[in-house]
């Protein structure tokens, strides 16, 4: 009996392999950059780093009250898509990095980092920019504190919502005094999350502080959920450092 496929298949696992190594695959991911306020002076530009699983639509909605700042938003989506469209189900969501071993979630975090940058340097020489703020929630949350401990030269605050600042991923931090002083790092958490415990949050921010670096740790009732006590604690922490409100 004649059968095309088999033969083809073995011949295919007999081959000699010529050359093994590993290529670029590129994504186009949406952004969306706006102003509030009328003041032409120069303003912060806030980044926004959503959660595993949602979108920029939805971040933008659960922090729409820091539209009240004279400053520019910017939110970027997640490159890693976490749900496929079909019929029955029509939510898509995405994500910074994807799980795995801790090589991978490394290479995941630095790849996103510089697709940030790069998101960031497109637009950095048409906007009148005074500094900049990265906040992220959950998944985007260890983002923006990878994102500040590895670009600090382009961060003056970071907020993290129900994540972790992970300061054991770079070494020596205590001696790199002059790298990170002019940095102000916030951490918000739910008392009852069970999905990011609080006290290893708490952990990292002291041992920031112990450091002799700028940083504040906060708890709100609830959870994981990004919820308004978590948005608003992080909107009080910027107006009382001074940023201006519409």
């Known amino acids: ?22 290529a670029t695959f590129k994504l186009q991911v949406p952004f969306k950059l706006s102003s509030s306020g009328s003041s032409e002076d120069p303003k912060p530009l806030i980044v926004y780093l959503h959660g595993y699983g949602h979108n920029i639509t939805q971040f933008e909605e659960a922090v729409k009250t820091f539209e009240d700042f004279e400053a520019y938003h910017l939110f970027i ?14 939510k898509r969501g995405y994500a910074w990095y994807l799980y795995g071993d801790q090589k991978t979630y490394n290479q995941h975090l630095e790849m996103s980092s510089e697709f940030v940058q790069d998101v960031i340097d497109q637009h950095l020489g048409h906007i009148n920019v005074s500094e900049i703020c ?9 983002l923006a ?37 002019h940095l102000s790092v916030l951490a918000v958490h739910g008392k009852s999350d069970s999905v990011v415990k609080p006290e290893p949050q708490q952990e990292s921010i002291q041992k920031w502080s112990d450091s002799g670096f700028n940083g504040s740790f906060v708890t709100v009732k609830g959870g994981h959920a990004l919820t308004e006590d978590l948005v608003n604690c992080a909107k009080n922490w910027l107006i009382s450092n001074n940023y201006r409100t519409i």
Request: proline share 4%.
């Open 134 to 142: 990265v906040i992220g929630y959950s998944m985007g949350a260890y």
């Open 1 to 22: 009996m004649f059968l095309p496929g088999l033969i083809i298949y073995n011949s295919y696992m007999n081959a000699d392999r010529l050359v093994a190594g590993k």
């Open 77 to 90: 989506q997640g490159p890693f898509p976490t749900k496929i469209e079909h019929q029955n189900n029509k």
């Open 145 to 181: 504190g990878y994102w500040a401990l590895t670009r600090w030269k382009h961060t003056n605050k970071v907020i993290m919502l129900s994540g972790r600042f992970k300061i054991e991923m770079i070494k020596d931090v205590a001696q790199k005094t002059e790298n990170y002083r």
